[in-house]
């Protein structure tokens, strides 16, 4: 299986460009500079392209079998809105007819339309319409929505399912996960996506 991994340079999705290598699957990860490229490693093959930009994905998508969505944007709500949602948007557009496995990775809490982050950011609105996008496209496809990941104890290294968006707290109590085994995740649902 041929797989792209948009995000393929961030924390999580390094790691998810090591675990499909692991499995056996053909890695292409979209970079948008060639600075990025060292991060991706030599056994991936990295393609330029930016989410932004639908022209510079026709290359990134031509033989993708499976599309890994771990990407983010930091900021404003416009740049949310181009990258979180636009860039989900731009490359099932590039994809056409194909008929690509999705795996997105949103958050927790996506579903809470009054907390403060959505309020001051929309960052989880941006989010929740691309989840709808992937739910919309006809295609195979699994969402993941982890809790925090960040700094994580011994005791917080296993997957804690949940079915819905349980988030509680909106601090690591909602329950905290490894990237590692986020990346597992993500990789492994390759083979079990949900049909629509």
């Known amino acids: 299986m041929h797989v792209l991994v948009i995000g393929a340079t961030g924390s999580i999705g390094r790691i998810v460009v090591e675990e499909a290598l692991h499995r056996g699957y053909d890695v292409r990860a979209l ?9 991706v490693g030599p056994r991936a093959t990295a393609v330029l392209g930016d989410l932004t930009h639908p022209e510079t994905l ?13 990407h983010g944007s930091q900021g ?12 989900v948007r731009n490359v099932l557009n590039a994809l ?5 496995r ?3 990775m949103t958050l927790i809490g996506i579903t809470n339309r009054t907390s403060s982050y959505n309020l001051s950011t929309q960052g989880p609105d941006w ?19 982890p809790g925090w990941f960040d700094y994580n ?3 917080e290294d296993r997957p804690v399912f949940l079915q819905g968006d349980k ?23 390759l083979s079990s996506v949900r049909r629509p």
Request: glycine share 10%; proline share 2%; hydrophobic share 40%.
């Open 153 to 155: 104890e011994p005791d």
């Open 127 to 145: 989010k929740r319409r691309s989840e709808r996008l992937v739910r919309a496209s006809g295609r195979a496809y699994t969402i993941v929505r």
């Open 167 to 189: 988030r509680r707290t909106g601090g690591s109590s909602d329950g905290a996960i490894a990237r590692e085994l986020i990346a597992r995740v993500l990789v492994a649902s």
């Open 76 to 87: 404003n709500s416009a740049s949310m809105e181009a990258v979180d949602y636009g860039g």
């Open 102 to 104: 999705i795996v997105l």
């Open 31 to 39: 970079i948008r500079s060639e600075e990025s490229r060292r991060l």
């Open 58 to 70: 026709t290359a990134a998508v031509d033989g993708i079998d499976a599309v890994i969505f771990v």
């Open 96 to 100: 056409g007819d194909r008929p690509s």
